[in-house]
C-alpha cells in the first residue's frame, strides 16, 4: 500500500507530537541523610523493687560466723563459765517475728564457802541446752537489722553439786547471771545478723542490672534504659520463712532509636530515702518505629489503580520511596503517562491520634522537581493534583503501634537480666506523645502507663 506525501507527513507529525507529549524527566534527587542521629523520649517514673531474702540465707551466714566459744564470761570470782556453740542454729518465722533456736553448752566453775577462813571449794560443770530467740526485723540504711530476747532456755539435764552436803542444782547457782548471759546472747545474735545483713551492694547491683540499655528491636535500633536517681525503702518484715523490703526506684525512663546508648550509671549520684509507702504505677514512653520501606510499600498499594490530572494529562505512580534529608521527609513517586520518569516531593510526617495515622503536612514538590515542572508540566504544580496526591500518603500506624506494645511487654513478663533479677508487669494504656524521624523511619512515642516492678530475690549474703 503506498501513502501520498501529504498523508505520510500527517502520520510523522502525529508520531512526532505523540512522543513530545510523553516527556522523560530527571530532576536531581535529594541526597539520604547518613548522619546517624539518635531519637530519644525521657520521662520520670517510680519502679516498685522488692527484695526478698530467705531466712535460710541468713541462717547459712551465720552458722558460717558464729562457731565455738561464743562468750566468756570472768567478772565473778566465784561463777566462772563459758558458753559454746554446739549445733546449727536454725530460723523460722512466726506472727511476722524471727524465731531462733540456739544449741549451747555451758561450761563453768562455782567457788563456795567462807574464802577467810580458808573453807572454800571450787566445783566445775557443765550443762546443755537449747535457748530459743525472739526477733523483730527492720532495715536501717539498707541494713537489716534485728532486736532479739530470749524467751526460753530449756536444759537437756539440770546437773547437781554437792554443796555442804546437799545436792544444789547448777541452774539455780547461776541463775543471777543469766539476764547478762541472756542479753550477750541476743546482742550477739544481732550482730552477726547486721554484719551479714547490709543489702545496699546487692540492690546496687540489681539496679545496675536492670539500668543497662536493652535492645527492643535489632531492625530498628530501638533501645530502653532507665537512670536511677534515688531509691526509697520501706519497713523489712518476716513473711513466709523470708524477709521482705520493699524498694522504690526513682528514675528517668528513656526510649530511644539509633546509636546504642552509653551504660551510664553511677552508684555514687544515687540517694537513699525511707518512705512509708511505694506505688507501683509507671510512665515510660515506648516507640512505634515505621521504617522508610515499609511506609513506602503501604503507600505505593495507596496509588495503586489512582489516576492524576485531566484530560490528555494523566500520570500513575508506580512505586513509592520515602527517606529523610534535612530535617524533611523526601518523597519519590514513580510516574509513567503524559510524565515519565520521577518527581520528588518534601513534607513533614503528622500522627492523626484518631485514625492512629501517620499524614503529610506542607507536601511541596522538591526545587529541582518544581523547577522542570513548570518549565514542561505546570498542570502538575496545580494544587489540585498535589492535593489528591497527599490523600493516598498517609498509611495507618496501629500495626506499628500493636507490635511496639507487645516487644515491650515480653520484658515485662519475668525477664531476667541477670540470676535473681526478674522485671514483671503490663502496660494499662497507650496515649500518643509525639512524633519524630531519622535515617531508620518514622517514630511515634507513645506514652505507657502501667505496672512494673523489679524483684530481686535471694542475694547471697556473702
Same mark, same amino acid.
Given at each position: ?32 541523610? @547518613? ?20 531466712? !535460710? ?31 546449727? *542454729? ?28 580458808? &573453807?572454800? /571449794?571450787? @566445783? ?11 526477733? /523483730? ?18 536444759? @537437756? ?125 509507671? !510512665?515510660?514512653? &515506648?516507640?512505634? +518505629? ?11 498499594? !495507596? ?22 534529608? !534535612? ?5 519519590? &513517586? ?27 503536612? /506542607? ?10 515542572? &513548570? ?9 489540585? +493534583? ?47 506523645? @509525639? ?20 524483684? *530481686?530475690?535471694?542475694?547471697?549474703? /556473702?
Amino acid at each position: 500500500m503506498r501513502y501520498s506525501i501529504p498523508i505520510l507527513v500527517m502520520v510523522l507529525l502525529i508520531i512526532v507530537v505523540g512522543c513530545k507529549s510523553q516527556k522523560n524527566i530527571k530532576p536531581i534527587a535529594p541526597p539520604e541523610t @547518613k548522619n546517624k542521629t539518635m531519637l530519644f523520649s525521657t520521662t520520670t517514673s517510680l519502679l516498685s523493687v522488692p527484695i526478698t531474702v530467705q531466712l !535460710n540465707e541468713i541462717e547459712r551466714q551465720l552458722n558460717n560466723g558464729l562457731s565455738g566459744l561464743i562468750y566468756e564470761d570472768n567478772t565473778d570470782d566465784d561463777l566462772k563459765y563459758k558458753i559454746w556453740k554446739t549445733g546449727a *542454729i536454725t530460723f523460722n518465722e512466726k506472727n511476722g517475728k524471727i524465731i531462733s533456736s540456739f544449741p549451747l553448752k555451758i561450761d563453768g566453775s562455782y567457788k563456795y564457802g567462807v574464802s577467810a577462813l580458808g &573453807l572454800s /571449794d571450787t @566445783k566445775k560443770f557443765s550443762m546443755n541446752g537449747v535457748v530459743e530467740i525472739e526477733s /523483730d526485723t527492720q532495715l536501717v540504711n539498707f541494713k537489716l537489722t534485728t532486736r532479739s530476747h530470749i524467751t526460753s532456755i530449756k536444759w @537437756k539435764e539440770s546437773p547437781t553439786i554437792e554443796l555442804f552436803g546437799k545436792s544444789v542444782a547448777i541452774t539455780y547457782l547461776i541463775n543471777p547471771a543469766l539476764y547478762f548471759m541472756k542479753q550477750k546472747i541476743s546482742s550477739t545474735i544481732d550482730e552477726k545478723i547486721t554484719g551479714y545483713g547490709d543489702l545496699k551492694p546487692y540492690v546496687i547491683e540489681g539496679i545496675k542490672t536492670i539500668c543497662k540499655p536493652i535492645l527492643l528491636n535489632e531492625a530498628y535500633e530501638s533501645w530502653f534504659y532507665m537512670t536511677p536517681i534515688e531509691i526509697y525503702s520501706t519497713t523489712a518484715r518476716a513473711k513466709n520463712n523470708s524477709i521482705h523490703i520493699n524498694l522504690g526506684l526513682k528514675c528517668t525512663v528513656n526510649t530511644s532509636i539509633g546509636i546504642q546508648p552509653k551504660d551510664n550509671f553511677n552508684a555514687n549520684k544515687l540517694s537513699f530515702k525511707a518512705v512509708k509507702n511505694i506505688p507501683t504505677d509507671f !510512665n515510660i514512653n &515506648l516507640a512505634a +518505629v515505621s521504617t522508610y520501606e515499609s511506609a513506602g510499600k503501604v503507600i505505593t498499594q !495507596n496509588f495503586k489503580g489512582e489516576e492524576f490530572g485531566s484530560g490528555n494529562k494523566k500520570i500513575i505512580i508506580n512505586n513509592v520511596a520515602l527517606w529523610e534529608n !534535612n530535617n524533611k521527609i523526601v518523597i519519590e &513517586l514513580s510516574v509513567e503517562g503524559s510524565m515519565n520518569g520521577k518527581i520528588f516531593l518534601t513534607a513533614t510526617p503528622i500522627f492523626d491520634k484518631e485514625s492512629e495515622e501517620i499524614r503529610f503536612e /506542607d507536601l511541596a514538590y522538591e526545587l529541582s522537581t518544581k523547577n522542570i515542572l &513548570l518549565k514542561s508540566a505546570n498542570w502538575l504544580v496545580k494544587g489540585l +493534583v498535589l492535593n489528591k496526591i497527599k490523600e493516598n500518603c498517609s498509611y495507618s500506624l496501629k500495626t506499628n503501634l500493636k507490635e511496639g506494645k507487645e516487644t515491650f511487654d515480653t520484658y515485662l513478663n519475668n525477664y531476667s537480666p541477670s540470676e535473681g533479677v526478674y522485671i514483671n508487669g503490663q502496660t494499662h494504656s497507650l496515649t500518643f506523645e @509525639k512524633l519524630e524521624f531519622n535515617q531508620i523511619g518514622i517514630v511515634a512515642f507513645m506514652n505507657a502507663k502501667g505496672e512494673m516492678k523489679v524483684t *530481686i530475690e535471694n542475694p547471697k549474703l /556473702d
